[in-house]
């Protein structure tokens, strides 16, 4: 179909540009696509990394402000732990000074007996 239009100018720019074939308005229309696809993931991809990026800068300030519930209820969880395990150590060694304590009384009651 031939084209009519009125600016002359676009006249002759259109007779400049060869007439694309079917096959290369598909191609070029097929590269149109896949560069807006690219441009979109390159986009996701930026606004998905900012999005992670400020997650975790707000865990580690809530982790050092002690605020960060889940970072709370391990150290708390941690602590109990430790104050159970430090409880255990500390009658442990109660049990021994009571034991070296009684030995060294039975020790000490032969050696008088002995000597008097």
Partial sequence: IPRTD????????SAQLPALTKKEKRHREFLERLDRINRDFAERKDRIYHDKLGTY?????EIQDGTHPEFRDRLTALEAERNAT???AELFRQYQHDCAHRIFQAEKEAAEAEFN
């Fill in 86 to 88: 430090v409880a255990r």
């Fill in 6 to 13: 009125s600016d002359p100018g676009a006249a002759a720019a």
């Fill in 57 to 61: 800068q707000k865990e580690i300030r």
